[in-house]
């Protein structure tokens, strides 16, 4: 099949006309490509409005627009399956069109794994309604009841006499499938209802099928387009300059060396904001080094890193909340036969992205600005850009165009604010791309999370109480929908006051509630920030915020307690909760890994450097059930942990496409070990100074498992949850109960790097 | 700024640039070959990477005037949709990768590593493949991409 570009023509009714996308078609492969272009008001698509969601053109290909964007996983696949589903055609004819203010509707954008489980929705909803009415369309065509028709591969037909039929292709002309949807909810809520009602499961074909993802082959094929590959006419390239260090203010800004450079054309000041911009890259980047930049000193915000857990305990809390309160756990642990208590600390981390932030704004005199970005809520973006600009939100178009695996708030939206800056400065086109310590030293990170757990056991075994303390710095230091100025690290480094923040707490099982005791109290304390504007440590939504850090410390503690108990790991879990879909993934992962029933740690502990073990952790989220299985080698000489072999037995209700679910669980399992071994953003009192990957290690390829099973549970009848995150979460506590299996040694500080486990292990030595 | 001469693709490109500009940038701004990608700009993580010679090379540390000379080949000089190289048809069946950000290195580097060494080891494989860096952690489909890509590059089917 030929690629087909959507006409400029098909969007000028509506929406002023604007865009020339391609999409992938079925056997041919373009680069998905966005031009700008002049425009005046582009408002964001009415969802009350069926040709808002799906447009069907001549040649029967259905256009679907969303609000999502792709990150890396495979969603734009999965809306696909789901629309061909609802309307009986091949996925091959369904193109989709992803999050661009200007032609798609506003779905809030990415985030919390609910693309699937929240997003398919209307997608879902409003192709049942095209499919209706065309089915309508269709019997006026026919002159039969639609009852008498059927639908296979976008060709209705009469049931039992194929040669009376009509494609869509042939009904395309008939109707402008602008037929008014019910709206309910709004950005991740977003749905629409119409007459047309979705299929049941029961009948799928297309949906829970391994198609192949769209972007694979194209990617590999060097066919694809990112967002660091727009360009568009009168561009000028442009990076930036940071502070020297947290609070640190402008003085004096030379750029004569920078004139001697070649294509170099001005620097950009804005109070504290520095940015340089030259005709091409290579003369940006050497002019960002040759201006010289004079700064105060810095603030001296943060603490000695060593002592950055005792700090967070110090501290007075800003904010504080009981999330559980369950009978009197305090006097029950109390009076507890036995009382088993604990402290896990998790780090600051970074999102280190593949690639640093890279976009291009282009800001015109009259307002009339258009971003491109692959931050994650592009609808977000337009609102947020119009409040730094001064203009109304219509003038804003925002074109989400992939950029490298985002995972939460990594700084791609700021460097999108530092292009609108620059561009708003120099009235030209700005590409932006950030230098790699840019993303590792100033990007937003991912907060440190300290958890105190205590319980108490009836001499039998049982556990009558816990108690959760968290004290963690904000999750949403700088709020995680980035729709406000104040919101982006560039804007405040003019001055605009950082008025964004919330409270975001890191709980007792973040989202779902894992356990059950007859004494249960759980709180959740959020310690300020070191410093409150435009800090290389502020905080915000790294993949399964919080997850990761609260589930360390709970199923750490599980662990804890199956040996104060003198149980199976697996049973204390299935002991304490009940929900039959926890025990099944508890279950399937011990039924692949060949799991022994016994305590830990392991009794017949190998006489040579390398000991063995396995643990298990249970993650819950938002319907999502999660059973890991770590099995690892601990070396005692050099306290490196290798992770042998991950076995991960995953629910998420309905799967759309096993594959792609498949191996994002996998990448998931592989970056949340590295999280789990390596990675601690370290800083001093004024910088961050992990910003490379050699101060920030990621796992590489000679520490990756050898193998990794991953047990798919469908439940067609339970809707989609979440796929995305889920299965980063029970990983550091999977990975650190192995290596109390093999050694009899706790590690309650992530990471586990060879140090602090060597350390661990000495320290057992000496206590004996 | 001068004159210089490549050969990328098996075609010849004439670019006025310094010469000491990394040849990552003189791909991407004066020949719009958007393949080789910046990821740390320190030779790290890979993201950059061509083939120089046959060899794996980090475009985003190797000067201008070290590339004219020789053979450039970049991700889309390996195969064609109508025609992937083994490599790309083994990652394409795999379905390797997440966002796909850091792949022109893992690609590239098992062509140089397979031609090389045809029959690499679980070892040999991973210690080629030792310096890339995927953040989001598809290594399990990489490793089997390079196993499939060694039988495709056998005539295996």
Same mark, same amino acid.
């Given at each position: 099949?030929?690629?087909?570009?959507?006409?400029?023509?098909?969007?000028?009714?509506?929406?002023?006309?604007?865009?020339?996308?391609?999409?992938?078609?079925?056997?041919?492969?373009?680069?998905?490509?966005?031009?700008?272009?002049?425009?005046?008001?582009?408002?964001?698509?009415?969802?009350?409005?069926?040709?808002?969601?799906?447009?069907?053109?001549?040649?029967?290909?259905?256009?679907?627009? !969303?609000?999502?964007?792709?990150?890396?996983?495979?969603?734009?696949?999965?809306?696909?399956?789901?629309?061909?589903?609802?309307?009986?055609?091949?996925?091959?004819?369904?193109?989709?069109?992803?999050?661009?203010?200007?032609? !798609?509707?506003?779905?809030?954008?990415?985030?919390?794994?609910?693309?699937?489980?929240?997003?398919?929705?209307?997608?879902?909803?409003?192709?049942?309604?095209?499919?209706?009415?065309?089915?309508?369309?269709?019997?006026?065509?026919?002159?039969?009841?639609?009852?008498?028709?059927?639908?296979?591969?976008?060709?209705?037909?009469?049931?039992?006499?194929?040669?009376?039929?009509?494609?869509?292709?042939?009904?395309?002309?008939?109707?402008?499938?602008?037929?008014?949807?019910?709206?309910?909810?709004?950005?991740?809520?977003?749905?629409?209802?119409?007459?047309?009602?979705?299929?049941?499961?029961?009948?799928?074909?297309?949906?829970?099928?391994?198609?192949?993802?769209?972007?694979?082959?194209?990617?590999?094929?060097?066919?694809?387009?990112?967002?660091?590959?727009?360009?568009?006419?009168?561009? %000028?390239?442009?990076?930036?300059?940071?502070?020297?260090?947290?609070?640190?203010?402008?003085?004096?800004?030379?750029?004569?060396?920078?004139?001697?450079?070649?294509?170099?054309?001005?620097?950009?000041?804005?109070?504290?904001?520095?940015?340089?911009?030259?005709?091409?890259?290579?003369?940006?980047?050497?002019?960002?080094?040759?201006?010289?930049?004079?700064?105060?000193?810095?603030?001296?915000?943060?603490?000695?890193?060593?002592?950055?857990?005792?700090?967070?305990?110090?501290?007075?809390?800003?904010?504080?909340?009981?999330?559980?309160?369950?009978?009197?756990?305090?006097?029950?642990?109390?009076?507890?036969?036995?009382?088993?208590?604990?402290?896990?600390?998790?780090?600051?981390?970074?999102?280190?992205?593949?690639?640093?932030?890279?976009?291009?704004?282009?800001?015109?005199?009259?307002?009339?600005?258009?971003?491109?970005?692959?931050?994650?809520?592009?609808?977000?973006?337009?609102?947020?850009?119009?409040?730094?600009?001064?203009?109304?939100?219509?003038?804003?178009?925002?074109?989400?165009?992939?950029?490298?695996?985002?995972?939460?708030?990594?700084?791609?939206?700021?460097?999108?604010?530092?292009?609108?800056?620059?561009?708003?400065?120099?009235?030209?086109?700005?590409? %932006?791309?950030?230098?790699?310590?840019?993303?590792?030293?100033?990007?937003?990170?991912?907060?440190?999370?300290?958890?105190?757990?205590?319980?108490?056991?009836?001499?039998?075994?049982?556990?009558?109480?816990?108690?959760?303390?968290?004290?963690?710095?904000?999750?949403?230091?700088?709020?995680?929908?980035?729709?406000?100025?104040?919101?982006?690290?560039?804007?405040?480094?003019?001055?605009?006051?950082?008025?964004?923040?919330?409270?975001?707490?890191?709980?007792?099982?973040?989202?779902?509630?894992?356990?059950?005791?007859?004494?249960?109290?759980?709180?959740?304390?959020?310690?300020?920030?070191?410093?409150?504007?435009?800090?290389?440590?502020?905080?915000?939504?790294?993949?399964?915020?919080?997850?990761?850090?609260?589930?360390?410390?709970?199923?750490?503690?599980?662990?804890?307690?199956?040996?104060?108990?003198?149980?199976?790991?697996?049973?204390?879990?299935?002991?304490?909760?009940?929900?039959?879909?926890?025990?099944? %993934?508890?279950?399937?992962?011990?039924?692949?890994?060949?799991?022994?029933?016994?305590?830990?740690?392991?009794?017949?502990?190998?006489?040579?450097?390398?000991?063995?073990?396995?643990?298990?952790?249970?993650?819950?989220?938002?319907?999502?059930?999660?059973?890991?299985?770590?099995?690892?080698?601990?070396?005692?000489?050099?306290?490196?942990?290798?992770?042998?072999?991950?076995?991960?037995?995953?629910?998420?209700?309905?799967?759309?496409?096993?594959?792609?679910?498949?191996?994002?669980?996998?990448?998931?399992?592989?970056?949340?070990?590295?999280?789990?071994?390596?990675?601690?953003?370290?800083?001093?009192?004024?910088?961050?100074?992990?910003?490379?990957?050699?101060?920030?290690?990621?796992?590489?390829?000679?520490?990756?498992?050898?193998?990794?099973?991953?047990?798919?549970?469908?439940?067609?009848?339970?809707?989609?949850?979440?796929?995305?995150?889920?299965?980063?979460?029970?990983?550091?506590?999977?990975?650190?109960?192995?290596?109390?299996?093999?050694?009899?040694?706790?590690?309650?500080?992530?990471?586990?790097?060879?140090?602090?486990?060597?350390?661990?292990?000495?320290?057992?030595?000496?206590?004996? | 700024?001068?004159?210089?001469?490549?050969?990328?693709?098996?075609?010849?490109?004439?670019?006025?640039?310094?010469?000491?500009?990394?040849?990552?940038?003189?791909?991407?701004?004066?020949?719009?070959?958007?393949?080789?990608?910046?990821?740390?700009?320190?030779?790290?993580?890979?993201?950059?990477?061509?083939?120089?010679?046959?060899?794996?090379?980090?475009?985003?540390?190797?000067?201008?005037?070290?590339?004219?000379?020789?053979?450039?080949?970049?991700?889309?000089?390996?195969?064609?949709?109508?025609?992937?190289?083994?490599?790309?048809?083994?990652?394409?069946?795999?379905?390797?990768?997440?966002?796909?950000?850091?792949?022109?290195?893992?690609?590239?580097?098992?062509?140089?590593?397979?031609?090389?060494?045809?029959?690499?080891?679980?070892?040999?494989?991973?210690?080629?493949?030792?310096?890339?860096?995927?953040?989001?952690?598809?290594?399990?489909?990489?490793?089997?991409?390079?196993?499939?890509?060694?039988?495709?590059?056998?005539?295996?089917?």
């Amino acid at each position: 099949m030929a690629p087909r570009s959507i006409s400029r023509r098909d969007f000028v009714k509506e929406t002023g006309g604007l865009v020339i996308g391609f999409s992938i078609a079925s056997s041919t492969i373009v680069p998905r490509l966005l031009a700008a272009d002049a425009l005046t008001s582009v408002a964001t698509p009415s969802p009350a409005r069926l040709d808002s969601w799906l447009r069907l053109d001549k040649s029967g290909t259905i256009r679907v627009f !969303t609000g999502k964007p792709e990150i890396g996983m495979g969603v734009e696949t999965a809306f696909k399956q789901i629309v061909a589903e609802e309307l009986d055609m091949s996925p091959d004819h369904v193109e989709i069109i992803m999050a661009d203010t200007a032609l !798609t509707t506003n779905q809030g954008g990415v985030g919390g794994s609910t693309s699937i489980m929240l997003g398919a929705k209307p997608l879902r909803n409003a192709a049942a309604n095209a499919r209706y009415l065309l089915t309508q369309l269709a019997s006026q065509r026919l002159g039969l009841p639609a009852d008498q028709l059927e639908i296979k591969n976008g060709i209705v037909s009469v049931r039992g006499d194929a040669s009376k039929s009509v494609s869509y292709a042939d009904l395309a002309g008939g109707s402008d499938l602008n037929d008014a949807l019910k709206v309910t909810g709004d950005g991740f809520s977003l749905d629409v209802e119409g007459p047309g009602k979705p299929k049941d499961p029961s009948q799928y074909t297309v949906v829970g099928k391994s198609l192949p993802r769209v972007d694979i082959a194209p990617k590999v094929l060097g066919k694809w387009q990112y967002v660091v590959d727009v360009r568009v006419p009168g561009m %000028v390239h442009a990076r930036v300059i940071r502070p020297s260090g947290v609070g640190a203010t402008l003085v004096h800004v030379d750029d004569s060396a920078a004139k001697q450079i070649a294509g170099y054309q001005q620097t950009v000041v804005k109070g504290n904001f520095v940015g340089v911009v030259a005709q091409n890259e290579w003369a940006a980047i050497q002019a960002a080094k040759a201006v010289k930049v004079t700064w105060t000193p810095p603030k001296q915000s943060f603490p000695e890193q060593s002592d950055l857990y005792k700090h967070m305990r110090t501290v007075a809390p800003k904010a504080t909340k009981e999330t559980h309160k369950l009978g009197d756990a305090e006097t029950a642990i109390a009076g507890a036969a036995k009382k088993v208590e604990a402290s896990y600390e998790f780090p600051f981390q970074s999102h280190a992205t593949m690639g640093p932030g890279c976009a291009v704004a282009d800001v015109h005199t009259d307002g009339i600005t258009t971003v491109w970005s692959g931050g994650q809520k592009p609808h977000d973006l337009q609102k947020g850009f119009a409040e730094l600009l001064h203009v109304d939100r219509d003038k804003v178009r925002v074109i989400w165009v992939e950029d490298a695996g985002s995972y939460g708030r990594p700084g791609f939206e700021d460097t999108a604010a530092d292009a609108v800056i620059l561009s708003q400065a120099i009235g030209k086109p700005v590409r %932006v791309q950030w230098m790699r310590d840019d993303m590792h030293a100033w990007g937003a990170k991912g907060p440190a999370v300290l958890c105190d757990m205590s319980a108490g056991l009836s001499a039998n075994g049982e556990v009558s109480a816990l108690k959760f303390t968290s004290i963690a710095f904000s999750g949403g230091d700088i709020m995680f929908r980035p729709d406000a100025a104040g919101n982006y690290l560039g804007a405040q480094l003019t001055g605009i006051p950082n008025t964004t923040g919330v409270d975001e707490f890191a709980q007792f099982g973040s989202n779902t509630p894992p356990y059950s005791f007859p004494n249960l109290h759980a709180v959740a304390h959020v310690v300020p920030a070191f410093y409150g504007v435009a800090s290389p440590l502020r905080t915000t939504h790294l993949r399964d915020p919080e997850g990761p850090a609260t589930s360390f410390a709970v199923e750490s503690f599980m662990d804890e307690l199956a040996v104060a108990a003198g149980i199976d790991p697996i049973e204390i879990r299935i002991r304490y909760i009940d929900e039959k879909r926890a025990h099944a %993934v508890l279950k399937a992962a011990a039924e692949k890994a060949g799991w022994d029933s016994r305590t830990s740690p392991r009794k017949s502990a190998a006489s040579g450097d390398v000991a063995t073990g396995r643990g298990v952790a249970l993650g819950t989220r938002n319907g999502t059930y999660v059973g890991t299985i770590a099995e690892v080698e601990v070396n005692r000489k050099t306290g490196v942990v290798r992770v042998t072999r991950f076995i991960c037995a995953h629910d998420c209700g309905l799967i759309i496409n096993p594959e792609a679910v498949r191996t994002t669980i996998a990448a998931n399992l592989i970056q949340s070990m590295s999280r789990t071994l390596h990675e601690e953003v370290t800083f001093d009192r004024d910088n961050v100074t992990s910003v490379d990957w050699r101060s920030y290690p990621v796992s590489r390829a000679s520490e990756i498992p050898a193998q990794i099973d991953v047990v798919l549970i469908n439940h067609p009848e339970i809707p989609s949850s979440g796929a995305g995150e889920p299965s980063s979460r029970p990983t550091p506590a999977a990975i650190a109960n192995a290596v109390f299996d093999a050694t009899g040694v706790r590690i309650r500080r992530g990471p586990l790097t060879p140090v602090r486990v060597k350390a661990a292990l000495a320290a057992q030595e000496q206590h004996g | 700024m001068s004159r210089a001469s490549l050969k990328i693709n098996g075609q010849t490109h004439e670019v006025d640039a310094d010469p000491l500009c990394p040849l990552l940038y003189v791909l991407r701004d004066n020949l719009s070959m958007n393949n080789p990608r910046f990821g740390c700009g320190l030779g790290q993580c890979g993201a950059c990477t061509v083939l120089m010679d046959g060899r794996a090379v980090r475009s985003c540390t190797l000067p201008l005037e070290r590339a004219t000379g020789h053979d450039i080949v970049t991700l889309e000089g390996l195969g064609t949709p109508d025609k992937p190289h083994p490599v790309q048809a083994a990652f394409i069946e795999e379905q390797t990768f997440q966002c796909g950000y850091c792949l022109n290195g893992w690609v590239l580097t098992t062509k140089a590593l397979l031609d090389k060494n045809p029959n690499p080891t679980d070892a040999e494989m991973r210690s080629a493949l030792e310096s890339l860096v995927c953040r989001c952690g598809s290594h399990m489909q990489i490793f089997a991409s390079v196993r499939r890509a060694a039988e495709l590059m056998k005539g295996g089917a």
